[in-house]
């Protein structure tokens, strides 16, 4: 699973706007993280649960969609089946170990798949849309340009220290940190003062306007899902 | 027209101890380069060329701090007083290195990318970009991530974006130093295309020979001056013998001279053995049943990108667990996990692969034996870093070397770890000919010491100065293996020129 902003912008089959991702984000998480498990906001919860499981699939991340619903599936098992039948430390560690999962993962896994299926351009046009001003939209944009970059440099040092035998000599795990932390940090830091450079001759300034190739616009289920996620918050409040 | 009067730049930096300090760049620098003219700055490491294609993009003074004197104009206006996006309607920059020149992941939104911060109207950028794919014949490239393509595909992604806006002056910053020869070749030509078109091109560069028909002048700097000014026809008419002795590379691959007596005949052979690998996209790999070649000798590796060069370099290093081929060395046989004994890396970015806080501690890093005392490991240390001219900087961090440096302190840690095999992934790109032919003689004393070197290379001079022997992959397979003598050179120019 790599990290950072989709690269290819058309991979799924029904486009949704980012935007749109941004509503569905903030609704499964508000409701995920905040629902009680009875009445309304159960079946709330059960809707909020499916949607990422959905989305992934229409971009044919197969893997993830099926690791999250088992993820989730085997939480719910445990809450309703083990969890009762057993008492003491082990008890509380589980009862722990699956509210985290069952609020926290469907969260994620939305982030997850927003992040995956937005391209730079996309992201930059729509903050532009909301008149959200540069200097918020680029660093962010910088930041998840940056993520395969670290994976990059990491693999790369890892192949070093693997060559050297680091791993064998070096027992102390601080110092094992040490040893990756500093090259990353040394080669990502020249890294993004290159880049900054780079983006600076073609033309981007925080101040100025700019133009977009990328078309994004709310299409019909794109204010299907918005209102969806209205409705969902408000009867999350409501109940 | 662009015009320099008197510029005089020190970068402010701070040294080792973290002070502050003025680092001198260029002095006194008067220069006019005229509407459609193709300038070649050239010179050694450090020689102020990189300087004053910043000084004409704008990020001199705009970007990097320090003290400017004079004044840089480009059509009577002067760039340090105008903002940096005004500039960068006129001036297009391609960088040295690809890896971190691109603001996007997608290729086509980073080739729209500087028209769209012009607020050129999407419409028109989408023709522009359609009528440059064409001509520069990209259909493949486009709509793919960054993080897919291979160094040359990405300089030819950044001349494409360069297409789009079309700025009337475009600056190049040793554009070729990470391209094999067929990407070089391809850069040649958007080269010659943008000369057609009239644009005035300012290209800094150690790597000549693929600009010798290009160059309507060619200045050669050193120390912050220009030294030298060579017209067109002067340039067309430099011999070996005079690049060497200005110090410069050569301005054909024909004329590099051989003059080295071939190495003894009566090597042991090492055997690779189904050294079959793939990735995980299923295309690229390596397929090499079996490969026999030469012990205590210099072997470069050759081939085009994609050719499976760094895959092999990292499979005889045993960093592929999944590869099954055995290496067979004095009789053992040596899988993937027991190579990673036996074979150490100098890395491209040698930044990757040093670790501690001095470059003693580097070398001691690397002795493994735990019966050897302290002492006599620094001891140790203390000697390999004499032979490599080190000693001076033992205590000090291997951050704050330069890069040659950091290159031979990896290569004194290689020798610490006392592994028969050395490996180096392209260790001259983007070195100028001192350095290059300081890490041919680095090449020599590891074989002189015994050891068996492999060298990942597209650098035709280097493999000349010091190899031994030559393997040329091609699509993965091992398409010519032989040893390299006198008369055989012309094969591998013939190679090297196409």
Known sequence: MELGLSSTSDNSVQKLDPRTKLCLLIAISLIMVGGKTVGVEYILRVICAAIPFVLLLTVRHIKSALIYVMLLGLSVFCEGSVIPNISGAPNLILMILCGIISRFVPGYMMGWYTVRSTSVSEFMTAMDRMRVPYFITIPFSVMFRYFPTLGEEYRSIHDAMKMREIGQSVKNPFIYIEYVLVPIMMSTVRIADELSAASLTKGLCAGGKRTHICQISIKFYDWLLMLGSLVMIVLFFVF | ?498
């Open chain 2, 1 to 498: 027209m662009i015009e320099f009067k008197n510029v005089t730049f020190a970068y402010s930096s701070t040294d080792a101890d973290g002070r502050a300090i003025e680092q001198g760049s260029i002095s006194g620098i008067d220069l006019t380069i005229q509407n459609g003219e193709f300038v070649v700055l050239t010179g050694g490491s450090g020689c102020g060329k990189t300087t004053i294609t910043r000084l004409i993009n704008g990020l001199i003074p705009h970007y990097y701090s320090g003290t400017l004197n004079g004044d840089v104009l480009i059509d009577g206006k002067s760039v340090p007083n105008t903002p940096i996006f005004e500039t960068a309607k006129k001036v297009g920059s391609v960088f040295q290195n690809p890896r971190s020149q691109f603001f996007n992941v997608n290729t086509t939104d980073e080739i729209a990318f500087a028209a769209e911060n012009q607020c050129i109207a999407p419409e028109r950028i989408l023709s522009h970009i359609a009528e440059t794919t064409r001509n520069m014949q990209i259909e493949k490239l486009l709509d793919r991530s960054i993080f897919e393509l291979s160094g040359g595909e990405k300089q030819i992604i950044a001349c494409a974006g360069i297409n789009v806006l079309s700025p009337d002056i475009v600056v190049l910053d040793e554009p070729s130093s990470n391209l094999d020869s067929s990407a070089i070749m391809k850069l040649k030509s958007i080269l010659a295309d943008w000369k057609s078109q009239g644009k005035t091109i300012i290209i800094a560069e150690h790597r000549l020979y693929f600009l010798r028909e290009l160059a309507d002048r060619m200045l050669i700097l050193e120390g912050g001056r220009i030294t030298k000014e060579l017209q067109a026809d002067e340039v067309n008419k430099l011999t070996f013998a005079d690049t060497e002795r200005m110090g410069i590379r050569p301005l054909s691959l024909e004329d590099i001279s051989f003059s080295r007596e071939s190495s003894s005949n009566h090597n042991e052979m090492l055997t690779l053995e189904s050294f079959i690998f793939t990735y995980k996209d299923g295309k690229h790999g390596i397929n090499i049943p079996k490969l026999e070649l030469p012990t205590n000798s210099v072997i470069a590796i050759i081939g085009h990108n994609g050719a499976g060069k760094s895959t092999l370099a990292r499979n005889i290093c045993g960093l592929e667990k999944k590869c099954k081929g055995t290496l067979t060395l004095n009789g053992k046989k040596l899988k993937a996990k027991d190579r990673l004994h036996y074979c150490y890396m100098i890395m491209q970015d040698v930044n990757h692969q040093l670790f501690t806080e001095s470059v003693r501690d580097e070398v001691m890093l690397s002795m493994t034996d735990k019966s050897m005392p302290d002492e006599q490991k620094a001891q140790k240390a203390d000697e390999i870093l004499t032979q490599l001219d080190l000693i001076e900087y033992a205590d000090t961090h291997p951050m704050a070397l330069s890069g040659g440096q950091k290159q031979r302190t990896a290569i004194a840690s290689g020798i610490a770890s006392s592994k028969p095999i050395i490996i180096f992934d392209e260790p001259t790109s983007g070195l100028d000919l001192a350095h290059m032919k300081q890490v041919a003689v680095e090449i020599l004393k590891l074989r002189d010491m015994g050891k068996t070197v492999f060298i990942v290379t597209h650098d035709l001079e280097l493999i000349l100065s010091c190899c031994d022997h030559i393997v040329r992959l091609e699509k993965g397979e091992a398409a010519e293996n032989y040893k390299l003598y006198k008369d055989i050179a012309a094969r591998l120019r013939q190679f090297f020129a196409n």
